[in-house]
């Protein structure tokens, strides 16, 4: 079992900044990808960063210049830094995880329990 737990939500200003983590915990695994999705209130989920086991990082066009997926290998933790926070930025940001167990290396997609991010105008 492999559990996803986010921290680091909160109120912001807009052109404010938060940082966002996301610390992955259970029984023996490998994560290859750890994602960071956004769901604003009435829209659909969207994929706002990937980090790879490699590092290689990929963001979508709305946030590319102003946020920066990173992660601690170490930790089995990532984190998202937001910077130049805009209103439209608002909503409910989950991490997500593709995993293999070890050592049976079944593969599983995992979710984090969301954390609310606000930015007024």
């Known amino acids: 079992q492999v559990q996803l737990v986010e921290s680091g939500g909160g109120l912001v200003q807009a052109g404010g900044s938060l940082r966002l983590s996301c610390a992955a915990s259970?029984?023996?695994?490998?994560?290859?990808?750890m994602n960071w999705y956004r769901q604003a209130p009435g829209k659909q989920r969207d994929l706002v960063a990937t980090i790879t086991s490699g590092g290689n990082t990929n963001y979508a066009d709305s946030v590319k210049g102003r946020f920066t997926i990173s992660r601690d290998s170490a930790k089995n933790t990532v984190y998202l830094q937001m910077n130049s926070l805009k209103p439209e930025d608002t909503a409910v940001y989950y991490c997500n995880a593709k995993v293999i167990t070890l050592p049976s290396l079944r593969r599983l997609e995992v979710w984090g329990q969301g954390t609310l991010v606000t930015v007024s105008s």
């Open positions: 259970g029984s023996s695994f490998s994560i290859n990808v």
